[in-house]
């Protein structure tokens, strides 16, 4: 039940159109319903967690909205937007560049945190005071960071294999300083292990990590956020899985536990 769409709109943050598939479940006819934003990893678009994660079926159930922006503006034309899986285009980070030419489209933290939940409100019927995040790898990193940085906005967040420590890893130090700039203290402002220490989330943060994840050792490092939630006091239940890797499958196999989380959080269940 319930209706998948795909949607296409002239984003001001993003400075040209942008992407986003919203699930309305069966529910959403009679009333307004509680949303989930899941933000999709690198390389990825609107279509892949909403074709791959198996959402659906526990939202129509539950009575939730699904939306899933793209990863990034499209068609830019900036040199070096293209062609490299892990900077531009497909690679946003869900952060506000600062450096040129990169900050006149590459808005991704104002667009997903702001301008698209406004557009979701006024556009679909969800109430809007019960909103969640989750994300994946990338993804995972923009839901940790978004959250923290406005603790009261949502009721809930989960990550998958999220990249919680950008400033220490290769994908981070390889992407934050051409969108932000050499200055450290920039990078910290998306980083989630620097972020919890000055701003805790009201509510426990579910992390799911794969330990056959090919990523594990070298990119994501869930011990450093989950060594800062110690220390900074945050409830955090991160779940180690022997066996499964980085991919969908993962995803799938745990989307139901995810959406319980939120749903509790919402008043759903």
Known sequence: GGVQGFYRHASQACGGPMRFAVYRPPQAARQACPVLYFLAGLTCT????????????????????????????????????????????????YLDATEEPWSSRFNMHTYVA?????????????????????????????????????PTRYRSVSAFAPIVAPSQV?????????????????WAQYDACELVRRQTFPGTILIDQGEADQFLGT???????????????QSLLLRRHAGYDHSYWFITSFIDDHLRHHARALGLA
């Open 114 to 150: 702001d301008e698209l939940p406004a557009l979701i409100a006024g556009s679909f019927p969800v109430d809007a005071s019960r909103s969640a995040l989750c994300g994946h790898s990338m993804g995972g990193h923009g839901a940790l960071t978004i959250a923290l940085k406005r």
């Open 46 to 93: 609107e279509e892949t967690a909403t074709i791959k994660a198996g959402a659906q079926r526990l939202a129509a159930e539950l009575g939730l909205v699904l939306v899933m922006p793209d990863t990034s503006p499209r068609d830019t034309g900036f040199d070096g937007a293209i062609g490299d899986w892990e900077f531009g285009e497909g690679a946003g980070f």
């Open 170 to 186: 290769p994908w981070g130090r390889k992407a934050l300083p051409r969108y932000l700039g050499e200055d450290a203290n920039a």
């Open 219 to 233: 990119q994501l490092k869930p011990e450093l956020f989950d060594q800062a939630c110690a220390e900074a006091g």
